[in-house]
């Protein structure tokens, strides 16, 4: 019996101390720039999903097509990439939804990444459909009526409340839609198409296309040091 405890102890040990898992970024690119987002690992089925749309390209030649000022740019909506001029978005989608992945501590500050969905009761998000808030700065008045108002019941955290205040987002929208990445580098191009021009239906009158991919190797490496700094 004595002979067992060393090895199940030194398993213990070292699985307490091993490595976490890395993250995976990505890069959005569009005419008005770059954009590079982590994507948490506290949310794998979003995570996964969205790996697996970008390595097949779905998101390629998509249009970032519901953009509203001070509150975020929305694209991935597959039946963008033939879209007439003027034409209504927003309801195109793969056949799929991911189950929500609702996390406290992952919340709707400004460059966070999230999924989109239609209104059904599990909240489950769309395979395809995300968007980048851009938000804004709210008021510690502000931010008591959005508890008030828009958040049955929940309270916002201090450490959060901290963030609105000052980098701004969306608090209205936590724990009703998946946040599951966020900004690392770039996010003045998410400010930069939040001025263009849209139509009755915050479609840009411009198309915005975007080109989605993941970051690897030597690129990686430059983006972790760059911001790591």
Do not use: W
């Not at 794998?44 to 390595?55: C, E, G």
């Not at 000022?69 to 209504?88: H, N, R, V």
């Not at 987002?169 to 191009?189: A, S």
């Not at 263009?196 to 989605?212: A, E, F, Q, S, W």
């Amino acid at each position: 019996m004595k002979k067992l405890l060393l090895p199940i102890f030194c398993l213990f040990f070292f699985s307490s101390f091993a490595a976490k898992p890395k993250n995976t970024y990505i890069k959005i690119t569009t005419n008005y720039g770059e954009v590079y987002l982590k994507l948490y690992n506290e949310t794998p089925k979003h995570r996964d999903n969205f790996i697996k749309i970008i390595k097949d390209g779905t998101l390629n030649q998509t249009l970032f097509h519901r953009v509203i000022q001070e509150f975020m740019i929305q694209g991935g909506d597959p039946t963008s990439k033939t879209a007439k001029p003027g034409q209504q978005l927003g309801d195109g989608d793969l056949g799929y939804t991911i189950p929500a992945e609702f996390n406290p501590n992952l919340f709707h500050k400004k460059g966070a990444l999230a999924a989109a969905r239609d209104n059904n009761p599990e909240k489950a998000s769309s395979a395809s459909q995300f968007y980048i808030v851009q938000g804004k700065v709210f008021t510690e008045e502000e931010l008591d009526a959005v508890e008030k108002n828009r958040m049955a019941g929940r309270k916002i955290p201090k450490e959060q409340r901290e963030v609105y205040k000052t980098i701004g987002g969306t608090p209205h929208l936590d724990q009703n839609y998946t946040v599951f990445g966020e900004v690392v580098k770039g996010l003045i191009m998410v400010d930069n198409i939040c001025t263009v021009k849209v139509d009755g239906n915050n479609r840009p009158l411009t198309d915005i296309k975007m080109t989605v991919s993941l970051v690897e190797k030597k690129e990686l490496r430059e983006l972790l040091k760059e911001i790591k700094n």
